[in-house]
């Protein structure tokens, strides 16, 4: 994570599957947070993420609701009557409007599962500065992004990520800002995936402390980009490296044979389980193990260590 803690990538896949196999510590809550931001914003189109919707879905708190706009002309006072015979009471059907309620709520639920509309969270003031802003904190950054959108792609996220420390947008979050930065590029169509920006920061030696010029902040992102770089470019020479071996022995299977579909389902996924593989691939447990068995020297790395959450990956 951004701070500095560590967490094991196993008790990691594991919580996100809601599959904990003991209590999750504040670091893998974190990271979760920080995944969970991550799979949102490529789970949609890269305009999105830089947008009010999208922050509000990143940092996981609801929209806020716009009042409604008063009625004109007298008020209805409220009576025992309408509180003894409800607005429906009268519908040919009194339990269309139930129904409906109902569709309603599961409409919303499934937007909060999605990560559209996340539920909103109360915020203690033990916590949270109550004289802090955000809102119209949100708006001068979204308002430098689009002035910004003329200039180059790495000046406008290096300029846009020194405004979001600035502005000291969401300090329970550190990683946003650096993720927001690497969905500019995304828009830009510099990348088509999330560059690791947060994992460059790490690596590399430059480290904000607010009394920089433009010229040495903007060396810093350039800095913090090319660690980033270095490290997807090391990810992806591994996954070309994994299938390389990996298809060596797909090419000597039957051309019926799952094995491939295997190879790719490693290439594509994280982590896999073998009721995972059994799942997708559409076979069973004990044809995924003999499929295991059979790559032998080229099955990827067991993650997990455990004998009931067995777990390979690439990594």
């Known amino acids: 994570?951004?701070?500095?803690?560590?967490?094991?990538?196993?008790?990691?896949?594991?919580?996100?599957?809601?599959?904990?196999?003991?209590?999750?510590?504040?670091?893998?809550?974190?990271?979760?947070?920080?995944?969970?931001?991550?799979?949102?914003?490529?789970?949609?189109?890269?305009?999105?993420?830089?947008?009010?919707?999208?922050?509000?879905?990143?940092?996981?708190?609801?929209?806020?609701?716009?009042?409604?706009?008063?009625?004109?002309?007298?008020?209805?006072?409220?009576?025992?009557?309408?509180?003894?015979?409800?607005?429906?009471?009268?519908?040919?059907?009194?339990?269309?409007?139930h129904f409906a309620e109902i569709d309603a709520l599961l409409d919303r639920t499934d937007k909060v599962l999605a990560g559209e509309t996340p539920l909103p969270k109360s915020r203690s003031h033990l916590v949270y500065d109550p004289d802090v802003d955000e809102a119209e904190n949100e708006d001068a950054w979204l308002d430098l992004v689009k002035r910004v959108s003329h200039w180059p792609s790495?000046?406008?996220?290096?300029?846009?990520?020194?405004?979001?420390?600035?502005?000291?947008?969401?300090?329970?979050?550190?990683?946003?800002?650096?993720?927001?930065?690497?969905?500019?590029?995304?828009?830009?169509?510099?990348?088509?995936?999330?560059?690791?920006?947060?994992?460059?920061?790490?690596?590399?030696?430059?480290?904000?402390?607010?009394?920089?010029?433009?010229?040495?902040?903007?060396?810093?992102?350039?800095?913090?980009?090319?660690?980033?770089?270095?490290?997807?470019?090391?990810?992806?020479?591994?996954?070309?490296?994994a299938r390389e071996l990996m298809n060596r022995v797909a090419d000597k299977c039957r051309s019926n044979s799952k094995l491939p579909e295997l190879v790719d389902l490693f290439l594509s996924r994280p982590l896999v389980t073998v009721p995972l593989g059994a799942k997708l691939l559409k076979v069973t447990p004990k044809a995924v193990d003999l499929m295991l068995l059979q790559l032998g020297g080229a099955l990827p790395r067991e993650l997990t260590g455990r004998r009931r959450y067995r777990a390979w990956g690439i990594v």
């Open 154 to 241: 790495v000046a406008a996220a290096a300029v846009a990520w020194d405004a979001w420390l600035d502005l000291n947008l969401y300090t329970r979050q550190p990683w946003l800002g650096l993720t927001m930065a690497a969905s500019i590029l995304r828009a830009r169509g510099v990348t088509n995936h999330l560059l690791p920006l947060a994992a460059g920061f790490k690596k590399s030696k430059f480290r904000p402390q607010g009394r920089e010029g433009i010229l040495e902040k903007l060396q810093g992102f350039c800095q913090v980009l090319e660690e980033a770089v270095e490290i997807a470019n090391k990810d992806l020479e591994r996954l070309i490296l």
């Open 1 to 97: 994570m951004l701070d500095g803690h560590l967490v094991d990538i196993g008790d990691l896949v594991l919580h996100d599957a809601g599959m904990d196999v003991r209590s999750p510590t504040h670091e893998i809550t974190r990271a979760a947070s920080a995944l969970r931001a991550r799979r949102t914003a490529m789970a949609r189109k890269a305009p999105w993420p830089i947008s009010y919707d999208g922050l509000a879905a990143l940092r996981g708190v609801g929209p806020v609701k716009p009042e409604e706009p008063k009625a004109k002309g007298r008020r209805k006072v409220a009576s025992d009557d309408d509180d003894a015979y409800p607005a429906f009471a009268n519908d040919a059907d009194p339990w269309k409007a």
